[in-house]
């Protein structure tokens, strides 16, 4: 058992990472659901998002990677592979690119 100091130093958080943060995508994966709270100006507030689980980590999938992934299905049904590109920050300013992958 470690004591409290050591515990914290070696504690990290879970959190949902990114689609974006994997190299290449197999579009074999199952998708989840998931949600979370957070608390914001004294209130709970419950999020609902789509998730892959690879190795136990769970990264979260955009609806707008699930949308231009859907146009490229339509063209291309035997796509296996894609990766994603994110850029800006924040709500708003976050995008994301879908790129096939041979």
Same mark, same amino acid.
């Given at each position: 058992m470690?004591?409290?100091a050591?515990?914290?130093k070696a504690?990290e958080?879970k959190?949902?990472r990114?689609i974006?943060?994997l190299?290449?995508?197999s ?9 979370? *709270?957070?608390?914001?100006?004294? !209130?709970t507030?419950?999020v #609902?998002?789509?998730?892959?689980? =690879?190795? @136990?980590? +769970? &990264?979260?999938?955009p609806?707008?990677v ?5 146009i490229m299905? *339509?063209?291309?049904?035997?796509? !296996?592979?894609?990766?994603? #590109?994110?850029?800006?920050?924040? =709500?708003? @300013?976050? +995008? &994301? ?6």
């Amino acid at each position: 058992m470690a004591n409290i100091a050591d515990f914290a130093k070696a504690y990290e958080p879970k959190a949902t990472r990114n689609i974006a943060e994997l190299p290449e995508v197999s579009t074999d994966l199952e998708l989840e659901d998931d949600e979370f *709270d957070f608390e914001k100006d004294g !209130k709970t507030k419950t999020v #609902k998002q789509k998730v892959i689980d =690879i190795n @136990g980590e +769970k &990264y979260r999938v955009p609806i707008s990677v699930i949308q231009q992934l859907k146009i490229m299905l *339509d063209d291309n049904p035997k796509l !296996k592979k894609f990766k994603v #590109k994110r850029t800006g920050q924040g =709500i708003d @300013g976050t +995008k &994301y690119t879908v790129i096939p992958l041979v």
